[in-house]
C-alpha cells in the first residue's frame, strides 16, 4: 500500500475482534520501528512486547479501555529508556565499525555532551519520549501497511505497568499500542482544515 | 512505494542539492501531516512553511548546520501549541457537526479535562510536543514517499526561531524539518540489533 493510502486508511482502532496476529507480522512491525528515526541516532526506546492473555487481563485494569487490551493480539509498551551514557556508547560504537570518519564522531561525541548527557533524568526522559513518538509513528502507520490495526493510547498508569511487568528503573512507559484487527469499520477522520494548522 | 520500503529509504538527509520542490509536492505533504494521530485528536501543531531563500539564510545562523538550512528547498517549523481550550473547542465543534453521539462527547470531554486542561504550560507544552512528534513522522516518511528527502532537526535556538517568524506566545518550535532533494546518497542504516530493543 501506498503511504499517503497508509495515512488515509490508519485509524485508532477501539475494539479488537480478538485474532491473534502471526509472528510473522509482528517481526516484520518491529523492524519498521527498530528503523525509525531519533535525534543523534540514539534510539532512546525499549518495548516489552505482550501477547499472553493472562498479562493482557492483568494489565486491563491499569489502562483506560479495558476492552481494548484484553481484544487486542499484540500490545507493545513503549518506554524511554534514560540511560542516555549506554545510547551514546553503543551509538559510538556503532560509528567506529561502520568506518565513519573520525572527525564527525568527535562531532557527534559533542553533540552527544550538549544536547542529553548534560540533561537530568525528567528531562532525559522528555528527550527521550519525543523520540519514542517517532518510532511510535511508524508502529501506528506500519500496522495498517502490514494489514492489521492499531491504537496509540497514553491513558494508561504508568507506575502499575512498571510494577507488574517489572520494568527497570531508568526505563519510563509512556504510550502503549495495542495491535489486532479492528472490531469495526472506522469512523470518518476528523482534522482541522489546513489553514488551521499552518502559522 | 510500499511503507516498509519507504522506511528502509529514509534518510536524515544533511544537505540538499537547492533545487525547489513542486508547490504540489508540498502540498501532498502538508496533507500527510494533516492526517497524522494525535491523543484525544486535539492536534496541537501549527507549521510554519518557509521557503523564501532570505528567509532560510536569516534562520540558518540559528540552526546547527546552517549549510543544510540554505540548501534546503523548503522547511518546515513544528510549533507544539499550549492553548488547550481552544483546541479541545474546535475537536468537539467538529465531532458535533460529525454527528458524534453524545455520550462519547461527554467521555472525550471528561479525558481532555483529565489530560490536558489540566496541565500548566510547561507540561502543556511536552504533552504537545510528542503530538508533533507523530506529526513529524509523517512528514519524514511522507517526503520519501512523495520523492524527496528531510532532515527532522531538534539542535536549533527555539527562540531565535520565535523571535525571527514572529512566533505567538502559546506556540513553542520544537523541531524543524528541511525538505528538498539529498545532494549525496544516503549513508548505511546504523541501528541497535533487535534484541537491543526489546525489554
Not at 14 to 27: E, H, M, S, V
Not at 74 to 97: N, P, R, S
Request: charged letters at 20%; aromatic letters at 6%.
Amino acid at each position: 500500500m501506498e503511504f499517503p493510502e497508509v495515512v488515509r486508511q490508519r485509524y485508532a482502532t477501539k475494539r479488537f475482534d480478538g485474532r491473534t496476529l502471526p509472528q510473522g507480522k509482528i517481526d516484520e512491525l518491529l523492524e519498521l520501528i527498530r528503523l525509525a528515526p531519533s535525534a543523534l541516532n540514539l534510539q532512546p526506546w525499549k518495548i516489552k512486547v505482550i501477547s499472553d492473555p493472562e498479562m493482557k487481563a492483568t494489565l486491563a485494569p491499569a489502562t483506560g479501555n479495558p476492552e481494548m487490551t484484553t481484544t487486542a493480539s499484540h500490545i507493545l509498551v513503549f518506554c524511554a529508556d534514560t540511560e542516555m551514557e549506554t545510547l551514546v556508547g553503543k551509538t559510538m560504537d556503532g560509528m567506529v565499525k561502520a568506518g565513519v570518519p573520525g572527525q564527525i564522531m568527535t562531532h557527534v561525541r559533542e553533540l552527544c555532551e550538549q544536547m542529553v548527557l548534560c540533561l537530568d533524568t525528567q528531562q532525559r526522559k522528555e528527550w527521550s519520549t519525543h523520540q519514542v513518538f517517532l518510532a511510535l509513528g511508524n508502529a501506528v502507520n506500519g500496522a495498517k501497511a502490514l494489514g492489521f490495526d492499531s491504537c496509540p493510547v497514553t491513558e494508561f498508569k504508568p507506575e502499575e505497568f512498571r510494577r507488574i511487568l517489572n520494568v527497570p528503573a531508568h526505563l519510563f512507559p509512556v504510550v502503549i499500542c495495542p495491535l489486532g484487527y479492528g472490531a469495526q469499520p472506522a469512523n470518518p477522520k476528523l482534522r482541522f482544515p489546513l489553514e488551521d494548522i499552518l502559522l
